[in-house]
């Protein structure tokens, strides 16, 4: 399955790392952080994979190329300012397969993607999001994800508390057709603005996933991510 990573970012919190580099290639122990995600992809077997960049959108295209040295193929959409998560993936709409992976380009969650896509096609639903249960331990992660009974996203809303028990791992899997709610017009949340509508229409499904998740949204954070990192759990 295709994969998509949002890789625009600025990373404010983490300047001055990110004045002259976008967030996804924040330096991780010699590597940029996005290169983690792309070898952990084809690790699983994920050979195409679309990057949608912003902010110093070139730095990273001149990095990675077409992807050939770490055994991908890569292709790349780029906004030329600011469109918003959901904006950006209607700039590439040409570029996009019937259904696709998505990725937050700044975060990490060493799973295996077969159970997901095999779920999101038998529930035939426009998305599946992959969502950890904070009960489970604390990320430092605001909750943003509450659930109803039979498994549907009741409700998405970035730093809830309670009843918001599940935060977003940073995965999704969407049909095409998700785009065609997009405006062309504007800058575009996917998280505020979409989802809310596939919500209504109980076209948005979790997947719960009990592998923690990484993020470098701040320093500590990526401290955390160098120690898993370290501890050598995983195999690229």
């Given at each position: 399955?295709?994969t998509?990573?949002?890789?625009?970012?600025?990373g404010?919190?983490?300047?001055p790392?990110?004045?002259?580099?976008?967030?996804?290639?924040?330096?991780?122990?010699?590597?940029?952080?996005?290169?983690?995600?792309?070898?952990?992809?084809?690790?699983?077997?994920?050979?195409?994979?679309?990057?949608?960049?912003?902010y110093?959108?070139d730095?990273?295209?001149?990095?990675?190329?077409?992807?050939?040295?770490?055994?991908?193929?890569?292709?790349?959409?780029?906004e030329?300012?600011?469109?918003?998560?959901?904006?950006?993936?209607?700039?590439?709409?040409n570029?996009?397969?019937?259904?696709f992976?998505?990725?937050?380009g700044?975060?990490?969650?060493?799973m295996?993607?077969?159970?997901?896509?095999?779920?999101?096609?038998?529930?035939?639903k426009?998305?599946?999001?992959?969502?950890?249960?904070?009960?489970?331990?604390?990320?430092?992660?605001p909750?943003?994800?509450?659930?109803?009974k039979?498994?549907?996203v009741?409700?998405?809303?970035?730093?809830s508390?309670?009843?918001?028990?599940?935060?977003?791992?940073?995965?999704?899997?969407?049909?095409?057709?998700v785009?065609?709610?997009?405006s062309?017009?504007?800058?575009?949340?996917?998280?505020?603005?979409?989802?809310p509508?596939l919500i209504?229409?109980?076209?948005?499904?979790a997947?719960?996933?009990?592998?923690?998740?990484?993020?470098?949204g701040?320093?500590?954070?990526?401290?955390?991510?160098?120690?898993?990192?370290?501890?050598?759990?995983?195999?690229?």
């Amino acid at each position: 399955m295709q994969t998509v990573i949002l890789a625009g970012g600025l990373g404010k919190r983490l300047m001055p790392l990110t004045r002259d580099i976008p967030k996804p290639m924040v330096p991780v122990l010699g590597r940029p952080f996005l290169e983690y995600q792309i070898r952990w992809l084809r690790s699983k077997g994920i050979r195409k994979i679309l990057l949608l960049t912003g902010y110093q959108g070139d730095k990273i295209q001149s990095y990675f190329g077409d992807g050939r040295s770490l055994g991908v193929v890569l292709a790349y959409s780029h906004e030329p300012g600011p469109l918003g998560t959901g904006g950006s993936l209607k700039l590439a709409e040409n570029k996009l397969e019937s259904s696709f992976l998505l990725l937050y380009g700044d975060s990490f969650l060493p799973m295996d993607f077969g159970g997901l896509i095999q779920r999101f096609r038998n529930a035939d639903k426009t998305g599946m999001i992959v969502v950890y249960d904070s009960r489970q331990y604390d990320t430092g992660v605001p909750c943003n994800i509450c659930l109803d009974k039979e498994g549907f996203v009741a409700g998405y809303k970035k730093g809830s508390m309670k009843p918001y028990y599940y935060i977003d791992a940073g995965i999704s899997v969407f049909k095409r057709e998700v785009v065609d709610l997009i405006s062309k017009k504007r800058k575009v949340s996917l998280e505020e603005e979409i989802f809310p509508r596939l919500i209504k229409k109980q076209e948005l499904i979790a997947y719960i996933s009990k592998q923690l998740f990484y993020d470098i949204g701040t320093h500590e954070r990526i401290k955390r991510f160098e120690e898993f990192l370290r501890s050598g759990t995983i195999k690229f």
